[in-house]
């Protein structure tokens, strides 16, 4: 089946420092990528909407110059948290879909980061 | 935009007993309905989904039902084992694969032995 693999799992930073999160599709091609955050025992929130080849779309409330995204290639979005703070230390989880494909939507392990 | 509730938000359920999580969405326009399970630590896995033009779907001890006209859908698991223990989150999307996945607050099941 479908493989969305997401590195690093977990990142330890200190804080006003910057960390990139990959997500790759091993096995498909992948026009759109989707970046949850996850707080411990509650809810996936999207963040945004990576689209190959074009601006993010990020959901409200979101700051695009904190969490850059970029989707180069068809099987690889990367996530950067810029200027890190201990309030971004989260679950960040990536998620995608095969291009004109019948299945559903298919997950990354996540990554654990820790800001100190 | 889409709303999504689902409960309960914890159920604990005896071993070999069955377990229901039910959800309900606000947009009636929606058609794409997946249920994942996360454990911890981990990223959510995809264990059966449906679609609007289908009511119900099953695989194996796994059944997912639809009602399109409450707005409503319920995950069904029978025959529960210890490894069943997990977090399980229902989610809604308006056009399956080119839209953003509206996901529940999530259920903590418990299988006691």
């Not at chain 1, 693999?5 to 990142?11: A, E, F, K, M």
Request: hydrophobic content about 30%.
């Amino acid at each position: 089946g479908a493989v969305v693999s997401q590195h690093p799992s977990w990142v330890i930073c200190k804080s006003g420092t910057s960390v990139k999160i990959e997500c790759r599709s091993l096995d498909f091609q992948a026009t759109t990528m989707f970046w949850y955050r996850q707080f411990p025992k509650q809810s996936l929130m999207l963040m945004a909407t990576s689209n190959e080849g074009s601006k993010a779309t990020y959901e409200q409330g979101v700051e695009k110059d904190k969490f850059l995204i970029n989707h180069a290639s068809l099987t690889l979005s990367t996530l950067t948290v810029t200027s890190a703070h201990p309030e971004d230390s989260s679950f960040y989880i990536c998620s995608a879909r095969e291009t004109g494909g019948n299945a559903g939507y298919t997950f990354g392990s996540g990554t654990r980061l820790t800001v100190v | 935009g889409e709303n999504v509730e689902q409960h309960p938000s914890t159920l604990s359920v005896q071993e070999g007993d069955s377990a229901v999580i039910k959800c309900t969405y606000s947009d009636s326009a929606s058609n794409y309905f997946p249920w994942y399970k996360q454990e911890l630590g981990k990223g959510p896995q995809l264990i059966i989904d449906i679609r609007s033009n289908v009511g119900e779907k099953k695989d194996q001890r796994i059944a997912v039902t639809l009602n399109k006209t409450a707005k409503h859908f319920s995950l069904h698991i029978t025959e529960t084992q210890p490894e069943d223990s997990a977090v399980y989150f229902c989610a809604a999307s308006m056009n399956f694969g080119n839209e953003k996945l509206t996901f529940g607050t999530g259920t903590r099941l418990t299988i006691i032995p």
